[in-house]
């Protein structure tokens, strides 16, 4: 099974600044239509998770562009620039490669 | 708008069995494939299952297979999620995902309680 492993962040993050998300994996999420099979998603408080960003790097539909996705075939960070106050919750990770599907354990965003 | 609603949870003993149903609307149903993920109290979120747009395949994690069964009805655009042998550790909050490039969408959730 490939394994998601993300950091945490220095909470809380001072409103307007900006802050990034690792996720590690255990395999290389680069396949062979050279897509890279990461997604992100945010879980707000109470609610369901949301789609952010798939193919490691392309926005959902709807998101802000102060959401970013990159990295290499293991490695990902995912960029929020100008903290908000919306953007409180928790971020996953997770690799659509291959079957099981598996997720990172989340990292909480918390705004000062 | 797409739209996912599932029904059919509640409070179970071990070793019972529960149902789960998604309705969707807003989207071609036949076209998708479908998932389950839950989130355990506290938790973070765990791949259930998942079935093709044909119902043709499906796909488990250990932890379930066996035991869970996804299924489909295209006409009636309702995902559905049996659950047999129920136990304290399947405990959670079940979303129905539409998997497009990712799980572009999903549901607000059900809550399974399995306690004697």
């Known amino acids: 099974d490939i394994v998601m492993t993300q950091g945490a962040l220095p909470n809380p993050v001072p409103s307007g600044e900006s802050a990034s998300i690792t996720c590690q994996s255990s395999k290389s999420l680069l396949y062979s239509d050279g897509k890279t099979y990461l997604n992100w998603y945010l879980q707000r408080p109470g609610q369901s998770p949301q789609l952010l960003i798939y193919w490691m790097s392309t926005r959902a539909s709807g998101v802000s562009d102060r959401f970013s996705g990159s990295g290499s075939g293991t490695d990902f960070t995912l960029k929020i620039s100008r903290v908000e106050a919306e953007d409180v919750g928790v971020y996953y990770c997770q690799q659509f490669l291959e079957f099981p599907l598996t997720f990172g354990s989340g990292t909480k965003l918390e705004i000062k | 708008e797409v739209q996912l609603v599932e029904s059919g949870g509640g409070l179970v003993q071990p070793g019972r069995s529960l149902k789960l149903s998604c309705v969707a609307s807003g989207f071609t149903f036949n076209n998708y494939w479908m998932t389950w993920i839950r989130q355990a109290p506290g938790k973070g979120l765990e791949w259930v299952a998942s079935i093709t747009n044909t119902g043709g395949s499906t796909y488990y994690p250990d932890s379930v297979k066996g035991r869970f069964t996804i299924s489909r009805d295209n006409a009636k655009s309702t995902l559905y999620l049996q659950m047999n042998s129920l136990r304290s550790e399947d405990t959670a909050t079940y979303y129905c995902?539409?998997?497009?490039?990712?799980?572009?969408?999903w549901g607000q959730g059900v809550m399974v309680t399995v306690s004697s």
């Open positions: 995902t539409r998997m497009g490039a990712a799980f572009d969408y």
